[in-house]
């Protein structure tokens, strides 16, 4: 007997995927909600998502100038060690502290995109909809609990270090332009994963009472 699969991509509205077979019927997991609300619910929080704008922008910006400084610096120490023989020490320096703002900061935009690192084994097992998103909700809740401890020590460490007023060992810049990364970092990046969890906990929320209803 022929079997007919009708094969469909999912689009970018967030239709689901299914494959059109009568002993075969599962639709396609819900779509992972990124930190930004959208719909009914980005027109209530038009304000966060107006300084939001300017925070996403700020950040891009500062990640292309930090990553550009840093490929340049990269660059000029290989001219420097192996042309003329003649490397700077201070390169070294320098390149941690970009390096250390482009890697912190670069967490904090990915989180905002909701492009981090995800497990799919999930949805592999679970099939209603509604249980996966509660799972992913506990998650991220358990993130930001991690980024709160983390952070807190990290930020712990930074204060330390801004407040001693320790100097670079051969720049002798304040080290504290490098511990400030971690704060920026942390901050940005909780802040996110909370709005991830809110922008969750109200999806969760009206798929219960849409199942209610049904």
Not at 130 to 151: H, K, N, P, Y
């Amino acid at each position: 007997m022929s079997r007919k699969s009708d094969l469909h991509s999912r689009s970018s509205e967030g239709a689901s995927s299914t494959i059109d077979d009568p002993d075969y019927d599962r639709s396609e997991p819900p779509e992972r909600l990124s930190p930004l609300p959208t719909g009914a619910l980005a027109e209530k929080l038009r304000w966060v998502l107006s300084v939001e704008t300017i925070v996403q922008r700020i950040l891009y910006v500062f990640i292309i100038v930090f990553g550009l400084a840093l490929a340049g610096l990269m660059f000029t120490q290989v001219v420097l060690r192996y042309a003329f023989a003649s490397p700077f020490v201070g390169i070294e320096e320098l390149s941690l502290l970009f390096g250390a703002w482009f890697y912190f900061l670069g967490i904090a935009y990915v989180t905002r995109d909701g492009e981090h690192i995800h497990g799919g084994i999930l949805t592999m097992v679970v099939r209603n909809p509604t249980a996966v998103q509660t799972v992913r909700l506990v998650v991220t809740v358990l993130s930001v609990g991690a980024c709160a401890i983390f952070g807190y020590f990290a930020i712990k460490y930074a204060l330390f270090e801004i407040g001693t007023g320790r100097l670079s060992s051969y720049m002798r810049w304040p080290k504290g332009l490098w511990s400030a990364s971690l704060i920026v970092g942390f901050v940005a990046t909780t802040v996110y994963m909370l709005l991830q969890a809110v922008h969750q906990f109200l999806d969760l929320q009206a798929r219960l009472r849409a199942s209610r209803r049904s």
